[in-house]
């Protein structure tokens, strides 16, 4: 499967230090993100979700910026007393569309699913709009 750098990755990975620049295309074989023919992490992982966005649609950059505002925003909180916060949280238990992208294993708490990072864009511009998301440039 294609991936890309949604953006830049410059740390310490599997294979060692990289610096892979944004719009960088990867390969993914056997669940491992390959760039130069050194193994840079599963596709499964933090890293993964936060640096590569499945590409074979053409779509990666704007999947990786719209997951990305969209997490963005769900974690921002304004003090103690931010309502807008709930209120963007209640808004994602209740939509149908968001409920395949929630981990079952947490019946109490949301965190994403891995069908989340690889969903179909119309899917991500639905819950970006729903909870208020403008996409990272």
Request: aromatic residues 10%; contains cysteine.
């Amino acid at each position: 499967m294609k991936y890309i750098a949604h953006r830049r990755l410059k740390k310490d990975v599997i294979c060692g230090p990289v610096n892979i620049p944004a719009m960088t295309e990867v390969e993914c074989e056997d669940g491992i993100i390959i760039y130069n023919n050194g193994i840079v992490c599963y596709e499964d992982s933090e890293t993964a979700n936060q640096f590569f966005a499945r590409n074979d649609d053409g779509h990666g950059m704007e999947r990786g910026r719209l997951t990305q505002a969209i997490m963005m925003t769900l974690s921002q909180r304004n003090g103690r007393d931010d309502q807008a916060y709930q209120e963007r949280w209640d808004r994602v238990w209740e939509d149908q569309i968001c409920q395949p992208y929630k981990r079952v294993e947490y019946a109490d708490y949301w965190l994403w699913n891995q069908e989340f990072f690889n969903a179909d864009i119309d899917v991500l511009k639905h819950i970006a709009k729903l909870v208020g998301a403008k996409e990272v440039k």
